[in-house]
């Protein structure tokens, strides 16, 4: 009988090889051009072939690299303060609806709507639209699972933390914080894509920004290069994917215990 991990595995590069088959189909029977030549949706061995010599000729290299330097700004600022906004939070319970409403507020916000105002505030050339949209691309998901976290503490362990004195502050750091770490993980690995996108998303929208996936995927429509565009937007979704990959593994790294949870497998 076939492990479970294993067959995971087999159905997963089944489904891939089931998508790329199809994918290749609908390239070169509706899409392919009279005198033979890629359409808007090219093959995708073309594309590949495309995305591995831009990626190591160094063309997306720097863009991918730039995007993906302002999600992390952008993420990094977003933890913080949903960390901030959880233990404020636990300090002061009555704030709880305040922070998870910030979360909602943060989420709601038309990306179309905030991107112009940044531009505006921030000089040319700045990078600040795409942290700020990969900060709020992240942050109610950071928010909610940092309260779901610390709210999952055992009501007997915090009793225990008072009974001997301790205060809300002791609670945090000596029980909340360690029940806290499957769902910050969970948290932390499903917002790693939405950052990068955000940041991607925020390069459509930059004054003076002539580095980033987002401005390399304007540049290839300006020149109707459409294996470009799909190549960008492979290696787009592998970074994303390569984030939410690298707070798995480290998570099982840093927290082993966590995998036999569920909460973030």
């Not at 891939?16 to 029977?29: D, K, M, N, P, Y």
């Not at 979360?103 to 179309?112: E, F, I, L």
């Not at 932390?188 to 894509?193: D, F, I």
């Amino acid at each position: 009988m076939i492990p479970t991990p294993v067959r995971g595995v087999l159905f997963g590069a089944a489904g891939l090889g089931v998508l790329l088959v199809a994918w290749h189909i609908v390239a070169v029977t509706v899409y392919q051009r009279a005198n033979g030549s890629p359409g808007p949706v090219p093959p995708p061995l073309p594309v590949f072939a495309r995305a591995l010599d831009g990626l190591f000729g160094g063309a997306y290299a720097e863009g991918l690299a730039a995007t993906a330097g302002a999600a992390v700004t952008g993420y990094a600022v977003a933890v913080v303060i949903a960390l901030g906004l959880g233990i404020l939070v636990m300090i002061a319970p009555p704030l709880g609806p305040f922070a998870s409403q910030l979360g909602v507020v943060a989420a709601c916000a038309p990306a179309a709507a905030i991107a112009p105002i940044v531009v505006l505030l921030s000089p040319s050339g700045s990078r600040a639209v795409s942290v700020v949209l990969a900060l709020l691309a992240v942050e109610f998901p950071l928010v909610i699972g940092v309260l779901l976290g610390l709210r999952s503490a055992a009501p007997a362990q915090i009793d225990l933390v008072h009974a001997y004195g301790g205060g809300a502050w002791t609670a945090i750091r000596k029980v909340r914080v360690i029940s806290a770490i499957p769902a910050l993980l969970a948290a932390l690995k499903l917002a790693a894509p939405a950052a990068f996108l955000g940041a991607m998303t925020g390069e459509f929208f930059t004054v003076g920004v002539d580095e980033g996936a987002g401005r390399l995927l304007i540049s290839q429509q300006y020149v109707g290069d459409y294996t470009g565009m799909w190549a960008i937007a492979l290696l787009a979704t592998v970074v994303s994917a390569l984030g939410y990959g690298a707070i798995a593994l480290l998570g099982r790294v840093l927290a082993p215990w966590t995998a036999h949870t569920g909460s973030i497998r």
